[in-house]
């Protein structure tokens, strides 16, 4: 216990501290969930529409995929995703012609994490469209609103109070869910932590301080999504 004392110094922002790399390294995985996230998100809302008021062959289609992606663990589809993925598309290239790229890792961390959140996003969204009234949407129909205009300002608008709670959650899994890219070798928080605690043996000191970051982003995410969907359901009855 006395080096866990001890070592706390090799968190310093000094040149021979790991502060600068372990705020880069939350930074980094800040910048793949917000990525992943609004993904998400667009994929969710596009996925949400389809399984609503898409055709059969639609319908299926995106349930095989949530299905798929909800069942299989997070990591082996990352690594999946990820090499698969990127080769997959270096060799169309190579059919087309042009030569093979070399895919950022922080683009190729965010499709691969939004992808992931697609899936649940269009369930979370799904749902929250089905919450609305059909009064409300019946109303919008019978003053001649298109299906776009329906949407943007009835359904989005409308859906959002009950989205927000099950969107906020697919926040924080998918801030956690940026880890596991350390294992293909992205320079996000858990690798950084992993490396740092590596050379320097001071385990107890990295990885308690990759937690204490982890729960601040945690702590600042909860209030900003509470302070979001208080100002979402403002003027509904039942609210503190």
Known sequence: MSDLFSNWHLLSFSDDGWG???LEGLWSTFQIALGAF??????????????????????SLLAIYTTLIRAVPELVLILLL?????????????MMGYRPIDISGLVAGIVVLGIVQGAYATEVIRGAMRAIPNGQLEAA???GMSPVTVLRRITIPAMIPHALPGMANLWLIVAKDTAL????????????TRQAAGLTQAYWVFFLAAGALYLSLTLVSNVFFRRLERHA????????
């Open 82 to 94: 990820y090499y698969a993925g990127t080769g997959a598309i270096n060799q169309v290239l190579d």
């Open 38 to 59: 609004l993904m998400g998100l667009v994929i969710g809302l596009l996925g949400a529409i389809g399984k609503l008021h898409g055709s059969r062959l639609t319908r």
């Open 20 to 22: 600068w790399r372990m």
């Open 181 to 192: 890219l350390a294992v293909v070798g992205f320079s996000e928080l858990a690798l950084i």
């Open 141 to 143: 129909q019978a003053f």
């Open 233 to 240: 359901r403002r003027g509904q009855p039942g609210l503190s």
